[in-house]
């Protein structure tokens, strides 16, 4: 009896809208995004502060129990942004906001776990955010009718569950990105009316039923296992006539991508391809063997016999019954296995030795050649630097000195020429060219807005360079810590966060969405180059094994990294820390001019990061006090927890690009600056 009247009276006193109630962090993110979009009287039942949106029922807002699940405001002629949280809605599976007025950019932020995403007719433009690199879930991805530009990088290796993709009418230029090849679920891809350019040859593969790539500057020739589907393809630059045979070793009907398939390989007869050209190339060794020992054997008697007849007439090589006749019976037994010519199979290349004379240097696999970079000649990169005279130097590392080079049309790129000793240890001399021109090819495929791009290549006569983008405001170490401080203007806050959150993304893009993940090894502030506009670039990427260990500076590595020599994402994510350490402070990560115990700057630095009056005087003076309290702590904050000396403690680059993009967005709409007079509890 007890316990009815306690349940009866909890019943009572519960509040009616319990199982209405929003889960906060969604709730929070629907209510910033509100604020972001205008608070627009169409969004009925929508507020700024309270309100719960499943219970409720916001206009356009699904939910299951306490999440929420779907957002469909699409063609409301809503402008504004969606917020800064977005990523607190892990259960938002559909998220549809087409056709609106939202002309910025995409949000980087955006809900992890969407299974579809339309952002069709937004009017955004500037690139697509990596985050969407990560959506292993997503199906559906339309952002079509947008002004969205630049190459696509290559972001789509883990979205295996992507059936539709619609880019089509932007402004999307250069090579259909490599990753493309991985999208094994996609049926339905639109990318017409855009600026794409080279083949489609990384689709033919895919299981697609409606593809339209007309209107683009595609060239090449339509893969055969494209011609049989809903194919649009006009308004390009196809080559005429019949497509060349596939390349010695290629599977016949289509293109060998690496990863493929099981799908990919057929069974004849129960015995595929490779299981017969092993067993054909097995007997043609097994073959050779046998006849080299049977020759060497037979040669060993020869000389014994031409010891024995010294005094006599020598014998020509056609009378001698031994070695040649057998050769000749070996030759016979390896013909009657010789591969028909209706199979296609390529044997490995052989091993080279050192014993190898250099002509025969043809036998060795081809190089892999360089994607989006052009070959220049040693003859034009001297003419473009004046002999890579001291006066073009613009900079100096331990792979290499820098040299702007200018050529006779005017463009102006950076030449970056490898020191010789430089990359020692994997063999960059003589024959081993080739380790550079995979170096070139894997550093050719890196694209991203913040990765400075590689433009060309030399490799001629014992030299090897590297040809990149120019970029007028050099490095960040210089503009933080040049001598002449009237030539520029000190860095704002707001540039000084911009450009953290660039270089975070930079990191990201190589640890997090390349496939296999890229180490940079020599995260600083002196590979950090800036535009015109101070947009960040970073540089040396992919240049991790030409670097000894022994030339890194002690002064921004990680603790583990002295110790034992080894580097992994996580010691880049500590070479970020201090880099981000410089913007907040103005000073050097080792600056011999000051006391001892302010040298080295972690050192210095890091037990003052969480106290609010230490922080203060901390701050770069160039500053001038400008800046909001609140933005410069949790600036603090990210830094504390990137140069933490346990490795494992140290956060992913994602959280830390989530963290700055909101740090970046509180501090826009804060709109304060303050002076001296810091406190707490303003920003």
């Not at 129960?270 to 043609?284: D, E, M």
Request: aromatic letters at 6%; one cysteine or more.
């Amino acid at each position: 009896m007890r316990m009815r009247m306690w349940v009866l009276l909890l019943l009572v006193l519960a509040p009616s809208s319990v199982n209405g109630d929003t889960d906060q962090s969604h709730a929070s993110a629907l209510r910033i995004m509100y604020q972001g979009l205008n608070s627009p009287g169409q969004l009925t039942k929508w507020t700024s502060n309270g309100g719960d949106p499943c219970g409720d029922n916001w206009k356009g807002v699904k939910c299951s129990g306490s999440r929420v699940t779907e957002i469909n405001l699409s063609g409301l002629g809503l402008s504004g942004n969606l917020g800064y949280q977005l990523t607190s809605l892990t259960s938002l599976t559909n998220f549809d906001m087409s056709n609106n007025n939202l002309g910025n950019e995409i949000p980087y932020n955006l809900p992890p776990n969407l299974q579809r995403l339309n952002f069709a007719g937004c009017g955004f433009h500037g690139s697509l955010p990596y985050s969407i690199s990560l959506m292993t879930s997503l199906k559906y991805l339309n952002v079509a009718h947008n002004q969205i530009n630049g190459e696509l990088q290559d972001m789509f290796g883990k979205l295996s569950s992507l059936s539709t993709l619609d880019l089509s009418f932007n402004l999307f230029t250069g090579n259909l990105p490599e990753s493309f090849s991985l999208l094994s679920r996609a049926t339905d891809m639109y990318l017409q009316s855009n600026k794409f350019t080279g083949s489609i040859d990384v689709l033919a593969d895919l299981p697609l039923k409606n593809l339209n790539v007309a209107n683009n500057k595609f060239s090449g020739w339509v893969p055969s296992q494209l011609k049989n589907i809903n194919l649009q393809k006009d308004g390009n630059s196809w080559n005429s006539g019949s497509a060349p045979p596939p390349p010695p070793g290629t599977p016949a009907g289509g293109r060998n991508h690496g990863n493929m398939s099981p799908s990919s390989t057929k069974n004849t007869g129960g015995v595929n391809g490779g299981v017969i050209a092993g067993i054909v190339i097995s007997i043609l060794v097994v073959g050779a063997v046998i006849a080299f020992f049977l020759l060497r054997k037979r040669s060993r008697k020869a000389h014994t016999d031409v010891e024995k007849m010294e005094n006599q007439p020598f014998a020509s090589l056609a009378s001698e019954p031994h070695g040649i006749q057998e050769l000749k019976s070996v030759q016979a037994s390896i013909k009657a296995f010789e591969i028909p010519s209706s199979v296609n199979l390529k044997p490995p290349p052989l091993e080279r030795h050192k014993s190898f004379n250099n002509d025969d240097i043809s036998a060795k696999p081809p190089k892999k050649a360089p994607t989006n970079a052009m070959s220049y000649s040693i003859a034009d990169l001297q003419m473009a630097t004046n002999s890579f005279s001291a006066d073009n130097l613009i900079g100096e590392g331990s792979t290499g000195r820098v040299f702007r080079a200018q050529f006779e049309d005017g463009k102006v790129v950076a030449v970056k020429k490898i020191n010789s000793s430089a990359g020692a240890g994997i063999g960059i001399s003589g024959v081993l060219s080739e380790t550079f021109m995979d170096i070139v090819s894997d550093i050719s495929r890196l694209r991203h807005p913040n990765v400075t791009q590689l433009v060309g290549y030399c490799c001629e006569h014992g030299q090897h360079l590297l040809v990149y983008e120019f970029l007028k405001n050099g490095s960040l170490y210089d503009l933080l810590h040049q001598s002449d401080e009237c030539s520029r203007k000190p860095l704002t806050w707001n540039d000084r966060v911009k450009i953290a959150l660039g270089a975070a993304r930079a990191l990201e893009y190589l640890h997090e969405v390349c496939l296999p993940s890229v180490i940079h090894k020599s995260v600083k502030s002196g590979n950090i180059l800036l535009d015109s506009e101070l947009n960040p670039r970073l540089s040396d990427c992919g240049l991790a094994s030409l670097v000894p260990d022994a030339d890194q500076e002690l002064d921004s590595i990680a603790p583990e990294v002295s110790m034992s020599g080894h580097y992994t994402i996580k010691s880049d994510v500590y070479g970020f820390g201090v880099t981000m350490l410089e913007l907040l402070t103005g000073r050097k990560p080792f600056d011999r001019l000051r006391t001892r115990s302010e040298q080295c700057l972690v050192r210095w630095a890091t037990p003052q990061l969480h106290d609010i009056d230490a922080l203060a005087k901390m701050v770069d003076p160039a500053l001038k006090g400008l800046y909001p309290v609140k933005s410069l702590s949790r600036f603090a904050d990210v830094i504390a927890l990137c140069v933490q000396p346990e490795p494992e403690f140290r956060p992913p680059m994602s959280e830390v690009v989530e963290a700055l993009v909101r740090l970046l967005q509180r501090t826009d709409m804060s709109k304060r600056t303050l002076g001296n007079d810091v406190r707490p509890h303003d920003g």
